[in-house]
């Protein structure tokens, strides 16, 4: 019989939360939550996310086969000195999720910890144990980096066991890890922060405000993220968002010499080629870019169509992220998008609309 595994959950925040539900869904996994929040330990085991709660988190590293942090980047150091105090199972591996790898690394190669920097490229503005989702790391990249102190095995063996994730695992150094997420998270985060503060210095009434729509809410959205999660990354990847900063610097020096000459054509080929590289980007379901998974339904144009739909969703369990309307002409029907998190969600939602009415549905 296969023997269950261990688990040491630091943290029960969106991250902690999801990884929890996630390998939970593994019936050989038992998970043991801790957060320093006694109050997010007991929702936590409330919504059914962590099998048991952690008392003590000395006490319950010693049962262990992993111990999992996932806290703010600066507070997984400070919990990197403090296990070197532990007492812990001689095959124990220590994993964390932070968004920046160098420095942690670094530290638990230093302490001589038997350590597997991870973090998977998916997350949400969103923070907090009530936004754990199980799915959320399906199809994302789970990005792993192997200190000084754990085996080929070790690692073999944790890849293994983020299988219910659906997450795809690789493998790269902490240094190279924190160059290519300074390029397509870290930064961007900054630019998404100083757009805010710019419309705050900008506009002089609540007019301006009322006017942001798609485009400013778009590429502003992950400034709602947790500021102590950004405050740490942007401290421990200080150097590379400095290289960043200074090639933006040029860009914008760029743009400001295209628009002092105003040639329409450069303007436009500017544009296009940005356009271009954006739309060959890698499209993944979640991570940097961020897609959902939307379902098309035509639907008679009647009052009460709507929660017809949402309340028979409702009905199976499924998740709605979004909903929107593209379409209403009347007595013509109407085209009703609801965007799900994950293809198995929207699959379960295919079969149910079929099964319990005569609505068509499609997908784009
Ligand atoms: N949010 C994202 O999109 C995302 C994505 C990938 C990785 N990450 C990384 O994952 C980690 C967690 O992020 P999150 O979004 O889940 O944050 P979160 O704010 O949702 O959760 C963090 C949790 O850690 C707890 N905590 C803080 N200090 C603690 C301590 N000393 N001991 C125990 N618990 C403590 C908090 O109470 C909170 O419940 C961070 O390192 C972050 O960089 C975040
Ligand atoms: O989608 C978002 O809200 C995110 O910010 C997620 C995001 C990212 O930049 O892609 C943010 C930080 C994490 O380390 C990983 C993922």
Known sequence: MLMKKTIVMVGLGLIGGSLSLALRRDTACFVIGYDRDANTVRTARRLDVIDEMAYSLA???????YVIFATPVNTT???LVQATKWELKDSAVLVDTGSTKKEIVQLANELGLPFIGGHPMAGSHKSGIT????????????????????TDQQLNAFQELLGPTKA???EVSAEEHDQMTAVVSHFPHLIAASLVHQLEASSSGDLTKQLAAGGFRDTTRIASSNPIMWRDITLQNKDQLLNQLQLWMSEMERMHQILVESNPETIESYFRLAKDQRDALPIHSQGALY?????YIDVPDYPGVISEVTGLLAKHAISILNIRIIETREDLYGVLVISFQSDDDRNRAIDCIHAETIFETYIA
């Open 59 to 65: 006490k319950s590293v010693k049962e262990a086969d």
């Open 131 to 150: 936004a754990a989702r199980a799915h959320l790391f399906e199809n994302a990249y789970f990005v792993l980096c192997a200190s000084h102190h754990v």
């Open 168 to 170: 795809k695992v690789i």
């Open 291 to 295: 897609s959902t998974f939307d379902l």
């Open 77 to 79: 150091k400070e919990l």
